[in-house]
Nanobody
Framework: QVQLVESGGGLVQAGGSLRLSCAASGRTFSNYNIAWFRQAPEKGREFVAAINRSGRSTYYTDSVKGRFTISRDSAKNTVYLQMNSLKPEDTADYYC???????????????WGQGTQVTVSS
């Protein structure tokens, strides 16, 4: 199995930027599709972005297109989520998830991290 650890969250003003990291250990990282989800207080967990095993395919939920960028560095076993032009509505706990087969926006990923908190002040 693979273990995922998120980092990079924090408090930022609206319009600012953060870069989240999802570090993987265990099985071969390049065998896994990776996604980011987020969960705001009293809301369900929603899909944010995903990147496939090779890194050549990515997609995003509409609300973050043009502001967030997902990427992966296989040498470092890490996936990043660069978040620019942050808005108060981006405030949430952010989770990365991994799966060897599934590559989509549903919660069907086999492995999940513990999350990192992002707070955007207005």
């Amino acid at each position: 199995q693979v273990q995922l650890v998120e980092s990079g969250g924090g408090l930022v003003q609206a319009g600012g930027s953060l870069r989240l990291s999802c570090a993987a250990s265990g099985r071969t990282f390049s065998n896994y599709n990776i996604a980011w989800f987020r969960q705001a207080p009293e809301k369900g967990r929603e899909f944010v972005a995903a990147i496939n095993r090779s890194g050549r395919s990515t997609y995003y939920t509409d609300s973050v297109k043009g502001r967030f960028t997902i990427s992966r560095d296989s040498a470092k076993n890490t996936v990043y989520l660069q978040m620019n032009s942050l808005k108060p509505e981006d405030t949430a706990d952010y989770y990365c998830a991994a799966d060897r087969v599934y590559y989509g926006l549903n919660h069907e990923y086999d492995y999940w991290g513990q999350g990192t908190q992002v707070t955007v002040s207005s």
